[in-house]
């Protein structure tokens, strides 16, 4: 079945009252703009004569089209595209957050939903919209990488490709993102054990935190694979308090704040607009930073003593850290 068909049956199969309230690519709509394009027709017949047989004569020549920008796809087609991945990256961001909200609810929402569960058991439904979220987020990048793989066909060009460069360099390479991570740490944390499947989805989630290089491998449809590397940049340990920064790299919260020149209790909302990410050097990725809370939960769960070794070291730090910024203040005022 050709990917199409397949997508059309995904977006009006059992999930059409879930998917009715999420942006998603408009695969055919897309398809039909690349088949309006007239520009990249075949030449008249005797110029495609001679150009057939310059490409016998040298077969690079084929790479490449008359036309490398088409005026019609360039306009209605990237635009499209990527008002619509910014439209899933939001609903997708978005409706994780609330989802991971309601499992690790802190405060008085905690009690009042553990009361809740006395009378109405929503872990299963909690899973159930963790599954259609990834299957709604691997869908969706099969889809833009289907199409744009498309386009280079179509134009014999490399301008999907470059899109798709530039996808990644805005943060909307939807697999990357952060809370494909969460989900997984969720899915971990609420199964409570490696290699299981979600029921009627094709995908598995592993992690190991004993190897010498922490990752956390995601198994998704259609053969994809996602490896997470959790290995702090900074300190080369496993990440602790973790926070993904908008450029998508992990670190520790104590590491992070560090490289921004930030103290641990003031927080990376404290850090410059010029703070840059110690990896990529990209500024301004602090100000939106992820804070993974499922994936602590997980590491918690995995590594105890470790975690609670990190949480001591953290929290001296921070009482080190809150003396001598107080103490500093105290001398301005005073003077002495």
């Given amino acids: 079945m050709k990917f199409g068909e397949t997508f059309k049956e995904y977006l009006h199969g059992d999930q059409e009252w879930f998917l009715d309230k ?19 027709k075949a030449l008249p017949d005797s110029n495609n004569k001679t150009e057939r047989r310059d490409e016998e ?12 920008s088409c005026p019609v796809c360039d306009q209605m087609f990237f635009t499209e595209l990527m008002r619509e991945a910014m439209d899933i990256a939001g609903c997708f961001s978005s409706r994780v957050r609330h989802l991971l909200h309601l499992h690790v609810a802190t405060g008085m929402q905690r009690y009042v939903l553990r009361l809740r569960q006395c009378f109405k058991n929503d872990h299963q439904a909690l899973v159930q919209e963790g599954q259609m ?34 996808m990644r360099a805005e943060h909307l390479e939807l697999l990357q993102s952060p809370w494909l991570i969460e989900l997984g740490a969720f899915y971990l944390n609420f199964n409570g054990s490696d290699g299981g499947d979600f029921v009627q989805f094709s ?22 694979k996602l490896e997470y590397d959790l290995t702090c940049a900074i300190c080369l340990e496993i990440v602790f308090n973790p926070y993904a920064l908008s450029c998508g790299h992990l670190f520790c919260k104590s590491c992070a704040c560090s490289a921004a020149t930030v103290m641990i209790f003031q927080g ?21 930073a992820v804070h993974m809370l499922e994936l602590d939960l997980l590491i ?9 070794e990190r949480l001591i070291a953290e929290r001296a730090e921070m009482v080190k850290q809150s003396k001598e910024y107080w103490e500093l203040q105290t001398k301005y005022v005073i003077g002495y």
């Fill in 22 to 40: 999420f942006s998603h690519v408009e695969y055919k709509r897309l398809k039909k703009v690349l088949k309006s394009c007239r520009t990249c």
């Fill in 300 to 308: 918690k769960r995995r590594h105890k003593d470790y975690w609670k």
């Fill in 268 to 288: 990376l909302k404290a850090t410059s607009p010029d703070s840059k990410c110690p990896i990529c050097r990209e500024a301004g990725v602090y100000a939106n």
């Fill in 203 to 224: 995908g598995s989630f592993v992690c190991d935190l004993s190897a010498t290089e922490p990752v956390m491998t995601m198994m998704l449809p259609n053969s994809i």
């Fill in 133 to 166: 979220l990834i299957e709604y987020i691997t869908m969706n990048a099969i889809a833009i990488g289907k199409i744009l793989k498309k386009y280079d066909k179509v134009h014999s060009s490399v301008n999907g490709k470059n899109f798709k460069s530039k």
């Fill in 57 to 68: 004569e040298n077969p690079t020549l084929s790479q490449f089209c008359q036309c490398q």
